[in-house]
């Protein structure tokens, strides 16, 4: 089992960067994939990206390639999210999420096995 917890998220311009961290803690986190997921006021829990074990392979959806970068320090047992150029529509409660399967590319909230709080990042215009 693992335990995740999100930080770094905050109120932040249009145009603006942040960086979202999770730590994972428990039995070997370094060997989870691990992802981002968005979620809005009355939405679904939306993919934004996911990293491999080793962090060789990430994956970013469209609308986060180019602004947003996955990455992972397995010494620290971190995971981060690089957000630049924030836009309004970027703005939600962010969560991380692992999946203690071999890593390929789950974007559907119900294939990962746990879960952090979450972390709000609101952007103004």
């Known amino acids: 089992q693992v335990q995740l917890v999100e930080s770094g998220g905050g109120l932040v311009q249009a145009g603006d960067s942040l960086r979202l961290s999770c730590v994972a803690s428990?039995?070997?986190?370094?060997?989870?994939?691990l992802a981002w997921f968005r979620q809005s006021p009355g939405t679904e829990r939306d993919f934004v990206a996911a990293?491999?074990?080793?962090?060789?392979?990430?994956y970013h959806t469209e609308s986060a390639k180019g602004r947003f970068t996955i990455s992972r320090d397995n010494v620290k047992n971190t995971m981060y999210l690089q957000m630049n150029n924030l836009k309004v529509e970027d703005m939600g409660v962010y969560y991380c999420?692992?999946?203690?399967?071999?890593?390929?590319?789950?974007?559907?909230?119900?294939?990962?096995?746990?879960w952090g709080q979450g972390t709000q990042v609101t952007v103004s215009s």
């Open positions: 990293i491999s074990p080793t962090g060789q392979s990430t």
């Open positions: 999420a692992a999946d203690r399967r071999t890593w390929r590319v789950a974007v559907m909230p119900s294939e990962y096995h746990y």
């Open positions: 428990g039995r070997s986190p370094d060997i989870y994939t």
